[in-house]
């Protein structure tokens, strides 16, 4: 293993900042989790029905995507801070890529519930409003038991997410210094928003559109005698349940607001920070998280007397929370009788009150700057969402410019491609197949590729992008154009995990990897050559001829990148063996010893294969002839490359 890996990993996983953002991770994790699961106790409990049954199942479940999340960070940081203590070897601090990508999805799972089962919470309280007349009255066991099964339907969508990211297989490096959900996996803000803020957003307008109607409806009741016991106790209920899920939805996507926020900040900022600063600021901002498991169990406990009396912190020390034990809410009988008359506007009154006047007109002072509270609240919501939608937006529809084809003149085309094991991902519905695409199935229409680019590139790296893009538009009739609103296949080109590609027209949106250490101009063609439909020049089927491939020499795990792959489907369009096509490896590419793992069987070409710096004239024919761009066939092949294009034109303009 990289000595130099092992440096930098113990140095961002051992340090006093690090282990101390653990240390309050743990403490407030635990005391969270036995909060909430204080709570949930007594929601399940059938002495204590607070509130209607339906609506005790969606508090369970709520509770319990938070306490898995929490256990779940939980057992990261005790695990961090067990392996600061016991470490032997700062090499035992490098952390695994597939492992970290699973667990950081895990991480996840529990939270996109919790923001479901809030979308669940607001359409069953909406329910309850609209059947309040009659809502109490159906407490069916049957249908109580339904629902609870139902909300399995909640974790559905985060589930699956987590077996796609078992199911996913790493690329490029396999090693990581640090294991976070942003250097797991790559992060579109734009997905992030549809799938959290807007669903938040929603519940929040429900949530007060509820509380609101319900004030008004108990007032109006009061007055008069319309309405029967069971309207009454549900509105009341409403309201009640109101003063405990409006300020835990606020709270929640307040949290889901800054945690959207600041990985947009992180992910924009990694490149001007070191991997230690990084990790301290992340796990540092993290803490929202635990934070709110804490304030959600006590928002419960405080706002509900039957909760309150069952809490010992608060039996025993009733001044930290200004609730007295004794505060509890009687059964719907006692509350019935209350409704009937003016007695519970007299008792609600501040002490010192003669009138039932002054006691509405307190009650009124208190909608007023609750009402004020809740818009406020809202407004920041709605600016803070609508700027990450903008952000997001500028994410997502990110294009190269003039100004970058401009600047790709200046673009060093020296440097020969720099392979990468695992370079290209096969669809599974798809055999591993050798050469050149030949099935139109698998071609791009008219060589046409949409696309789009992730803003986390540099100028200069948008530059070597352009360039590259350049060659295929001076020398190909194949064209990488901005992705349009009804183009259904696009590529997605972004900083992920090392070099890698889809392989030929997968449907849908399909990805190309380059990182930074893949920014360069031939690494850039022949990543692009594997989404136009091209294998390694060294897997086709006739390589045996050409090539011998040393297996004892391949690391461990890498022999599907030097397989021979059938042509079903492909042709080589009549083109030899080409020692220096771009596609091709060099002699040691994959080596466990340094020794060779591919020699070419004529005499003197196994140390030149595989340093191509730009396409070869082989290379240019498979495409044309492949893509039917017979005007742009150079009438001769051969193994020899190229020279760099001149030719820097608009980005998707067609060649007249």
């Given at each position: 293993?990289?000595?130099?890996?092992?440096?930098?990993?113990?140095?961002?996983?051992?340090?006093?900042?690090?282990?101390?953002?653990?240390?309050?991770?743990?403490?407030?994790?635990?005391?969270?989790?036995?909060?909430?699961?204080?709570?949930?106790?007594?929601?399940?409990?059938?002495?204590?029905?607070?509130?209607?049954?339906?609506?005790?199942?969606?508090?369970?479940?709520?509770?319990?995507?938070?306490?898995?999340?929490?256990?779940?960070?939980?057992?990261?940081?005790?695990?961090?801070?067990?392996?600061?203590?016991?470490?032997?070897?700062?090499?035992?601090?490098?952390?695994?890529?597939?492992?970290?990508?699973?667990?950081?999805?895990?991480?996840?799972?529990?939270?996109?519930?919790?923001?479901?089962?809030?979308?669940?919470?607001?359409?069953?309280?909406?329910?309850?409003?609209?059947?309040?007349?009659?809502?109490?009255?159906?407490?069916?066991?049957?249908?109580?038991l339904?629902?609870?099964?139902?909300?399995?339907?909640?974790?559905?969508?985060?589930?699956?997410?987590?077996?796609?990211?078992?199911?996913?297989?790493?690329?490029?490096?396999?090693?990581?210094?640090?294991?976070?959900?942003?250097?797991?996996?790559?992060?579109?803000?734009?997905?992030?928003?549809?799938?959290?803020?807007?669903?938040?957003?929603?519940?929040?307008?429900?949530?007060?559109?509820i509380?609101?109607?319900?004030?008004?409806?108990?007032?109006?009741?009061?007055?008069?005698?319309?309405?029967?016991?069971?309207?009454?106790?549900?509105?009341?209920?409403?309201?009640?349940?109101?003063?405990?899920?409006?300020?835990?939805?606020?709270?929640?996507?307040?949290?889901?607001?800054?945690?959207?926020?600041?990985?947009?900040?992180?992910?924009?900022?990694?490149?001007?920070?070191?991997?230690?600063?990084?990790?301290?600021?992340?796990?540092?901002?993290?803490l929202?998280?635990?934070?709110?498991?804490?304030?959600?169990?006590?928002?419960?406990?405080?706002?509900?007397?039957?909760?309150?009396?069952?809490?010992?912190?608060?039996?025993?020390?009733?001044q930290?929370?200004?609730?007295?034990?004794?505060?509890?809410?009687k059964?719907?009988?006692?509350?019935?009788?209350?409704?009937?008359?003016?007695?519970?506007?007299?008792?609600?009154?501040?002490?010192?009150?003669?009138?039932?006047?002054?006691?509405?007109g307190?009650?009124?002072?208190?909608?007023?700057?609750?009402?004020?509270?809740?818009a406020?609240?809202?407004?920041?919501?709605?600016?803070?969402?609508?700027?990450?939608?903008?952000?997001?937006?500028?994410?997502?529809?990110?294009?190269?410019?003039?100004?970058?084809?401009?600047?790709?003149?200046?673009?060093?085309?020296?440097?020969?491609?720099?392979?990468?094991?695992?370079?290209?991902?096969?669809?599974?519905?798809?055999?591993?197949?050798?050469?050149?695409?030949?099935?139109?199935?698998d071609?791009?229409?008219?060589?046409r590729?949409?696309?789009?680019?992730?803003?986390?590139?540099?100028?200069?790296?948008?530059?070597?992008?352009?360039?590259?893009?350049?060659?295929?538009?001076?020398?190909?009739?194949?064209?990488?154009?901005?992705?349009?609103?009804?183009?259904?296949?696009?590529?997605?080109?972004?900083?992920?995990?090392?070099?890698?590609?889809?392989?030929?027209?997968?449907?849908?949106?399909?990805?190309?990897?380059?990182?930074?250490?893949?920014?360069?101009?031939?690494?850039?063609?022949?990543?692009?050559?594997?989404?136009?439909?091209?294998?390694?020049?060294?897997?086709?089927?006739?390589?045996d001829a050409?090539?011998?491939?040393?297996?004892?020499?391949?690391?461990?795990?890498?022999?599907?990148?030097?397989?021979?792959l059938?042509?079903?489907?492909?042709?080589?369009y009549?083109?030899?063996?080409?020692?220096?096509?771009?596609?091709?490896?060099?002699?040691?590419?994959?080596?466990?010893?340094?020794?060779?793992?591919?020699?070419?069987?004529?005499?003197?070409?196994?140390?030149?294969?595989?340093?191509s710096?730009?396409?070869?004239?082989?290379?240019?024919?498979?495409?044309?002839?492949?893509?039917?761009?017979?005007?742009?066939?150079?009438?001769?092949?051969?193994?020899?490359?190229?020279?760099?294009?001149?030719n820097?034109g608009?980005?998707?303009?067609?060649?007249?």
């Open positions: 293993m990289n000595e130099s890996v092992c440096e930098l990993a113990y140095e961002v996983n051992n340090n006093a900042w690090i282990i101390l953002v653990w240390s309050i991770v743990v403490f407030l994790n635990t005391t969270g989790i036995l909060a909430t699961i204080h709570v949930t106790r007594l929601l399940l409990c059938t002495q204590v029905e607070v509130f209607h049954i339906n609506l005790r199942i969606m508090f369970s479940n709520l509770s319990l995507g938070l306490i898995l999340r929490s256990a779940f960070t939980l057992f990261r940081a005790m695990q961090q801070i067990v392996l600061a203590i016991t470490w032997q070897d700062k090499c035992d601090f490098v952390q695994d890529v597939y492992k970290c990508s699973v667990q950081s999805r895990i991480n996840l799972t529990p939270f996109n519930s919790v923001i479901y089962t809030y979308l669940a919470v607001a359409l069953e309280r909406s329910f309850a409003t609209l059947t309040y007349r009659n809502y109490e009255k159906r407490r069916n066991e049957i249908i109580s339904a629902l609870a099964v139902a909300t399995v339907t909640l974790w559905i969508h985060p589930v699956v997410e987590l077996v796609n990211t078992i199911n996913r297989p790493v690329k490029g490096q396999r090693e990581r210094e640090y294991c976070s959900a942003l250097t797991a996996q790559p992060v579109v803000l734009s997905q992030v928003f549809n799938n959290q803020i807007i669903i938040c957003l929603i519940c929040l307008i429900i949530f007060a559109g509380w609101r109607f319900c004030v008004k409806k108990s007032r109006l009741t009061l007055s008069t005698q319309h309405h029967n016991l069971s309207s009454r106790f549900q509105l009341a209920e409403n309201i009640r349940a109101s003063k405990i899920i409006l300020p835990n939805a606020i709270l929640f996507s307040i949290i889901t607001l800054l945690n959207i926020l600041f990985m947009f900040l992180l992910e924009i900022s990694k490149q001007s920070h070191s991997i230690r600063e990084f990790a301290i600021f992340k796990e540092t901002m993290s929202t998280v635990p934070v709110y498991i804490n304030v959600y169990a006590w928002i419960f406990i405080i706002r509900c007397p039957q909760f309150a009396k069952r809490t010992y912190v608060v039996r025993r020390f009733p930290l929370t200004k609730q007295s034990p004794q505060a509890e809410i059964g719907p009988n006692h509350h019935f009788s209350m409704l009937t008359g003016e007695n519970q506007l007299l008792e609600a009154a501040r002490p010192g009150a003669h009138s039932l006047d002054e006691a509405l307190r009650e009124k002072r208190i909608l007023e700057a609750r009402k004020r509270t809740v406020t609240t809202a407004m920041f919501l709605l600016s803070s969402s609508w700027l990450l939608f903008v952000l997001a937006c500028a994410e997502a529809q990110e294009f190269l410019t003039q100004q970058d084809f401009y600047n790709a003149q200046f673009v060093d085309t020296s440097k020969h491609v720099r392979t990468s094991l695992n370079d290209v991902r096969f669809h599974r519905k798809r055999y591993r197949r050798g050469s050149v695409v030949a099935l139109e199935m071609k791009w229409p008219s060589g590729i949409p696309y789009l680019l992730s803003a986390a590139y540099s100028s200069e790296q948008r530059a070597v992008l352009a360039r590259a893009i350049a060659a295929y538009n001076s020398k190909t009739c194949i064209r990488f154009v901005p992705k349009q609103p009804q183009d259904r296949d696009y590529v997605m080109i972004s900083k992920l995990e090392g070099c890698y590609a889809d392989f030929a027209r997968v449907g849908g949106r399909q990805q190309v990897s380059l990182a930074d250490e893949c920014v360069d101009y031939a690494t850039v063609i022949h990543e692009l050559m594997h989404v136009i439909g091209f294998i390694h020049e060294h897997q086709r089927d006739d390589r050409y090539v011998n491939i040393i297996w004892a020499n391949i690391i461990d795990g890498a022999n599907t990148d030097f397989d021979k059938i042509s079903t489907g492909l042709s080589h009549g083109e030899a063996y080409d020692y220096f096509s771009i596609m091709h490896y060099e002699r040691n590419e994959g080596s466990k010893n340094g020794g060779n793992t591919i020699e070419a069987k004529q005499f003197g070409y196994t140390q030149l294969m595989g340093k710096s730009d396409f070869t004239n082989s290379d240019l024919n498979r495409i044309n002839k492949a893509y039917k761009c017979y005007g742009y066939l150079s009438g001769t092949s051969g193994n020899f490359p190229t020279s760099n294009a001149q820097f608009w980005f998707g303009r067609s060649k007249k």
